[in-house]
């Protein structure tokens, strides 16, 4: 058993099962301690209170929300994602309990650096992962699975978006050997 830790969740894989669990991180120091701050230094309470009352209650997605359920939230988000469009770029996740804990298929990490597989899927895409490059920028969000890259971090709005639009494409495309082949073809021409 390996574990992986990320901004909002923990990873517990499992090789030898061929699975991954997802459990969510919930922030609470993060979630409380800018308000806890705000409300110190505000000259009356009643202000504090108000500013505090509107950062809790009022602005959703407030700072407060993300940091105690985008974990919650990305672990629905894959499996209801997954459902619906089983889509052939997601490592699919199997199980939920309401976002609490995901169970996913495991799979290699995939093997490049991170500038190889960005290249090659603003190519692919014509710059479409431009929209959310936090997730198709980084390597450790992709694995290999019976030759063809998948993606395993799509709990994001944005990503499923990017995946709906181009994930096919992408799917089908994809070659770990790209970079030889770019530079076979800038020889050859």
Known sequence: MQIKKGQDRVVFVFPSLKIVIKLPIIHLILAFYPELLRVAFRKSIRTGLKYTREYFLMRRPSPFWRALF???????????????????????????????????????????????????????????????PHHFRK????????????????????????????????????????????????TLA
């Open 70 to 132: 985008k974990g919650l939230h990305d672990n629905w988000g894959e499996f209801c994602f997954y459902q619906k469009t089983k889509n052939v770029f997601l490592q699919p996740s199997y199980f939920s309990f309401f976002g609490f804990l995901n169970i996913q298929l495991y799979g290699e990490l995939y093997p490049k650096k991170d500038e190889d597989i960005w290249r090659q899927l603003c190519v692919i895409t014509n710059d479409g992962t431009m929209n959310n």
């Open 139 to 186: 390597s450790c969000n992709f694995c290999f699975y019976k030759g063809r890259l998948r993606i395993l971090d799509y709990g994001d709005n944005k990503t499923q978006k990017v995946i709906s639009r181009y994930g096919v494409k992408i799917f089908n495309e994809f070659t770990l050997d790209w970079d030889i082949q770019k530079t076979k073809e800038r």
